[in-house]
T-cell receptor, first 111, second 113 residues
Framework: TQLLEQSPQFLSIQEGENLTVYCNSS?????LQWYRQEPGEGPVLLVT?????EVKKLKRLTFQFGDARKDSSLHITAAQPGDTGLYLC???????????FGKGTKLSVIP | SAVISQKPSRDICQRGTSLTIQCQVD?????MFWYRQQPGQSLTLIAT?????????ESGFVIDKFPISRPNLTFSTLTVSNMSPEDSSIYLC??????????FGSGTRLTVV
């Protein structure tokens, strides 16, 4: 069974601060995805990374996939209150369509 | 990417009854999945809904409790049977549409009283 350790579980920061969320595993994933979920909604895909060492940017969000494809990070620059939500990482193993989810990071950005 | 309509969005049910949750996708998708999520927490996979065959269940979930149908490539249902308060949770369906990636329904918040 592949496991994804996501940290921190909770994060409360002031508007304008930077933050990083981590996902780590002892398993190799063929792809890793990051989602953001708001209350009463399903998770919404932010990005998919597939290549070891890959870095993707989405406005103030930077996503990195580890060289060995076992870990990933999400960095948010100058956080805004609109960034508040539950952030989930999810990995897919080779040849599998099933996603393994991390436990999630509940982010609160205080104005 | 595919868009999923999931209903009901929420329900309050009596213990011992059953609830069927429906997911309709706006395009044909290869794979559909059903998850359970406690509010503010991560997702646990219940089963993979296979078109034309029985669903594949994860450890801890059984067909008698969570029967699943997938009659075609755009529709699936999950039934939560003989409900107890422990079944109170958010239930989500998901679809994998190949290059379109994974899409999720907006969830069904179930409360069993």
């Amino acid at each position: 069974t592949q496991l994804l350790e996501q940290s921190p579980q909770f994060l409360s920061i002031q508007e304008g601060e930077n933050l990083t969320v981590y996902c780590n595993s002892s398993s190799v994933f063929s792809s890793l995805q990051w989602y953001r979920q708001e209350p009463g909604e399903g998770p919404v895909l932010l990005v998919t990374v597939v290549t070891g060492g890959e870095v993707k940017k989405l406005k103030r969000l930077t996503f990195q996939f580890g060289d060995a494809r076992k870990d990933s990070s999400l960095h948010i620059t100058a956080a805004q209150p609109g960034d508040t939500g539950l952030y989930l990482c999810a990995g897919a193993g080779a040849g599998s369509y099933q996603l393994t989810f991390g436990k999630g990071t509940k982010l609160s950005v205080i104005p | 990417s595919a868009v999923i309509s999931q209903k009901p969005s929420r329900d309050i049910c009596q213990r011992g009854t059953s609830l069927t949750i429906q997911c309709q996708v706006d395009s044909q998708v290869t794979m559909m999945f059903w998850y359970r999520q406690q509010p503010g927490q991560s997702l646990t996979l219940i089963a993979t809904a296979n078109q034309g065959s029985e669903a594949t269940y994860e450890s801890g979930f059984v067909i008698d409790k969570f029967p699943i149908s997938r009659p075609n490539l755009t529709f699936s249902t999950l039934t939560v049977s003989n409900m107890s308060p422990e079944d109170s949770s958010i239930y989500l369906c998901s679809a994998w549409a190949g290059a379109g990636g994974y899409t999720f329904g907006s969830g069904t918040r179930l409360t069993v009283v």
